[in-house]
Every structure is written in C-alpha cells, then in structure tokens.
C-alpha cells in the first residue's frame, strides 16, 4: 500500500507539474520536482525491499538508505530529462 500511495504522490506531482506549467514559478516547479522525486524514491525503496523479501535471494536492505539512494537517483533522473528536453526545445 505505502507503494502505491508514493507513486501516487509522485503521478500528482507530475501531473500538476504538466497542466500548470505557466502558472507556477520556477521555485514551485523545483519544489515539485523534489517531492516527485523524493516520494517515487521511496516507493521505488519500498518495490525493492518487497522483491528482496519474496524472492529471498537478498538480505534485507535498510530502508532508509535504500530510500535515499533511490531519491537521489530518481532526482539525477529527473535532472537529465529536463536537461534533454531543454536543449531540444532550444533547437
């Protein structure tokens, strides 16, 4: 359910994101961006530790620090999309 309920956030995060973009400013975007990334990090921590536990191939992973890796790699993720897209409108 935790799962769920992260990619949830994430979906309105960047649903919200998209149909408001001229509304909002920059700052709220970044905002955005984080939680986005900060709740599909978690979520995807969360689809981690489930498989490790079904599959018992793994030990299992601390939460917490898998959640932050997980977040931080979703944020890089994020960064390079924008980036790509950026230069591509540009052109």
């Known amino acids: 359910m935790h799962f769920v309920t992260g990619?949830?956030?994430s979906c309105v995060c960047l649903a919200s994101a998209i149909l408001f973009t001229e509304d909002f400013p920059k700052w709220f975007k970044c905002i955005l961006a984080l939680i986005g990334a900060l709740s599909s990090g978690?979520?995807?921590a969360i689809l981690i530790r489930k498989i490790s536990?079904?599959?018992s191939l793994y030990s299992e992973p601390k939460l917490w620090s898998t959640?932050?890796?997980c977040s931080v790699a979703m944020l890089i993720v994020i960064i390079v999309v924008v980036a790509i897209?950026?230069?591509?409108?540009k052109n």
């Open 42 to 44: 978690y979520a995807l």
């Open 85 to 89: 897209l950026h230069r591509r409108a």
């Open 67 to 69: 959640a932050g890796i």
């Open 7 to 9: 990619a949830f956030i």
């Open 53 to 55: 536990e079904l599959s």
